[in-house]
Every structure is written in C-alpha cells, then in structure tokens.
C-alpha cells in the first residue's frame, strides 16, 4: 500500500531557530499534501493544504510566514516551522492525498526549548 | 465547514464488554468517515471506514454504522480487549480525491482487565 515518511520523528530545537520537517511519499505521487498539528490530548487540525507547484492553503488562524511549506515534487512535502517558540511545540503530521486512499506520515514530536 | 463531534471524550469498559463512540457532522455533501486509532506518539491508524451510500459496515470484532439522515455515525467494538485501549477519532470527508478530513475530538477508550 501507500506509504508516506516522515522525518524527523523527534527533534527538540532552541527557542528561535528553524526546524524542518520532510514527508515523502515512497510508492505513489502525493498531488495534495495535508499538514496538521495536535497538541497534548487532542485532535489533529489541520493547518494547511499543500499542492505540488503551487502555494499552500493555510486555515484561518495558521501564520503562513511561520509555518513555510513546500511541495515542490510529487514525492516531497516540507514543513518548515520558523523562529520556533515554546509554544510551537507540538505533534505535527503530514497527510498524503492519491487516488489511493489517504496516508498518514509517522508524526514528528517537535519540543522547542 | 464542516464541524464534527463526538462523545464520549472519555470510555472505560471491562475487557470483553462492547464499546461504541459516536459521532455527529455537519455538512450534509460529507459522504466519506473512517474512524482511526491513534496511539500515543503514532500516527492514526485507520481501522474502518464506510462511505455514504451504505449503512453498516463490519470487519471482524469492529463495526460502523452511518444514518446519513441525522448526521450520524458510530463505532462499535464489541469483546473488547486490552489492546484496544487508545484514542479514536472519527473524522468527516467530501471523499473527493484532495480534500481533507475534519476530525471529531476524539475518545480515549480504556479497555479495564
């Protein structure tokens, strides 16, 4: 079936400094890339939608400038979480979109110290 | 949007007992709900799913019903065993190739020995 990595699983960043997160579809071609967050205990909210060669769709409330992502292949979705704060620190995960189905990365625990 | 719901937040049951979360959505041009299983730190793992032109759908111990008049659909495990101890989350679709999910809020499910 569709598989979709993610990476890094875990990352723990100083306060300020940007941390990248990659999702990469193995077997199939990611058109439409969803990217969501999910604090503590509760659900996952999407934050942005991204097309491979065109810009992102990000929900209300998400900071685009903050939050960069790119897809700029069919296989490669990256999200960038800028100048991160303590605050940022999250379960962030990527959600690939293909005609076969949905698939859900692994996850990446971001802590920002 | 699309806005889900779901209750309990919350379910404790004893081992072998059946188990059933439910979910309410909003948009009636929703016509696609899985409901995944998440442990903690991992990605959602889908477990059903049903689409809007069929009512019931069961696969094994697992089961997912859908009254597409009222908005409503739930999840019904039943001889629950400790391992299925987790957060579930319903989540609600146009099904169209490229949309996202809204997600219910989840349950925490406890399976007591």
């Known amino acids: 079936g569709a598989v979709v990595s993610q990476h890094p699983s875990r990352v723990i960043c100083k306060s300020g400094t940007s941390v990248k997160i990659e999702c990469r579809s193995l077997d199939f071609q990611a058109t439409t890339m969803f990217w969501y967050r999910q604090f503590p205990k509760q659900s996952l909210m999407l934050m942005a939608t991204s097309n491979e060669g065109s810009k992102a769709t990000y929900e209300q409330g998400v900071e685009k400038d903050k939050f960069l992502i790119n897809h700029a292949s069919l296989t490669l979705s990256t999200l960038t979480v800028t100048s991160a704060h303590p605050e940022d620190s999250s379960f962030y995960i990527c959600s690939a979109s293909s005609h076969q189905g949905y698939t859900f990365g692994s996850g990446t625990r971001l802590t920002v110290v | 949007g699309e806005n889900v719901e779901q209750h309990p937040s919350t379910l404790s049951v004893q081992e072998g007992d059946s188990a059933v979360i439910k979910c309410t959505y909003s948009?009636?041009?929703?016509?696609?709900f899985p409901w995944y299983k998440q442990e903690l730190g991992k990605r959602p793992q889908l477990i059903i799913d049903i689409r809007s032109n069929v009512g019931e759908k069961k696969d094994q111990r697992i089961a997912v019903t859908l009254n597409k008049t009222a908005k409503h659909f739930s999840l019904h495990i039943t001889e629950t065993q400790p391992e299925d101890s987790a957060v579930y989350f319903c989540?609600?679709?146009?099904?169209?190739?490229?949309?996202?999910?809204?997600f219910g809020p989840g349950t925490r499910l406890s399976v007591l020995p």
């Open positions: 989540a609600a679709s146009s099904g169209n190739y490229g949309q996202n999910f809204v």
């Open positions: 948009d009636s041009a929703s016509n696609y």
